[in-house]
T-cell receptor, first 114, second 111 residues
Framework: AQSVTQLGSHVSVSEGALVLLRCNYSSSVPPYLFWYVQYPNQGLQLLLK??????LVKGINGFEAEFKKSETSFHLTKPSAHMSDAAEYFC????????????FGTGTRLTIIP | DSGVTQTPKHLITATGQRVTLRCSPR?????VYWYQQSLDQGLQFLIQYYNGEERAKGNILERFSAQQFPDLHSELNLSSLELGDSALYFC??????????FGQGTRLTVV
């Protein structure tokens, strides 16, 4: 079975500050890992994905994440927060052996302080 | 715009009733997934169809069923509705099994 744990259901950062959203995964097979963002009353939009190529993955809107197998982590970062980054962020896992369904974490609500 | 269309956007119905949620995937995508998002359960995978066939099943109740038609659109049928079925239901589609594109969801309220 696969699972992800997102540490911190709410994170607040000042505009211009570093954004760090934490995700740890558990998987018995090599995982695929994803970060999705959900704005209010919207669907989920893919920010970035790890599929076993480079361990440092760059996504949209200036976000990036690093896959660390030794730490079973896939934390999401952005050097400088913008007001428009306020949203809910979900980490998700699937695998490369035919299990395409996404198992999501519980989400982290990011608030940007002006 | 993800290219995935879900209708209706909102649905209010009474307990015990039956509803059908519809999803049109992105052009050419053979896989369709259904997810439920609720405050207490979070985002949960319900079921996946691939080119008309059921491929994977998650935490889908027996009162719920789905199908994918020859034109690849999918429907999620929810019956004998209970208050606890109130949630946001998302459809997603994928062409390569790696990246899933999500629709805007159908918000179901059971009263």
């Amino acid at each position: 079975a696969q699972s992800v744990t997102q540490l911190g259901s709410h994170v607040s950062v000042s505009e211009g500050a570093l954004v760090l959203l934490r995700c740890n995964y558990s998987s018995s097979v090599p995982p695929y890992l994803f970060w999705y963002v959900q704005y209010p009353n919207q669907g989920l939009q893919l920010l970035l994905k790890y599929t076993s190529a480079a361990t440092l993955v760059k996504g949209i809107n200036g976000f990036e994440a690093e896959f660390k197998k030794s730490e079973t982590s896939f934390h999401l970062t952005k050097p400088s927060a913008h007001m428009s980054d306020a949203a809910e962020y979900f980490c998700a896992v699937s695998d490369r052996f035919g299990n395409e369904k996404l198992t999501f974490g519980t989400g982290t609500r990011l608030t940007i302080i002006p | 715009d993800s290219g995935v269309t879900q209708t209706p956007k909102h649905l209010i119905t009474a307990t015990g009733q039956r509803v059908t949620l519809r999803c049109s995937p992105r052009s050419g995508d053979l896989s369709v997934y259904w997810y439920q998002q609720s405050l207490d359960q979070g985002l949960q995978f319900l079921i996946q169809y691939y080119n008309g066939e059921e491929r994977a099943k998650g935490n889908i109740l027996e009162r719920f069923s789905a199908q994918q038609f020859p034109d690849l659109h999918s429907e999620l049928n929810l019956s004998s509705l209970e208050l606890g079925d109130s949630a946001l239901y998302f459809c997603a589609s994928s062409g390569d099994g790696l990246e899933a594109f999500f629709g805007q969801g159908t918000r179901l309220t059971v009263v």
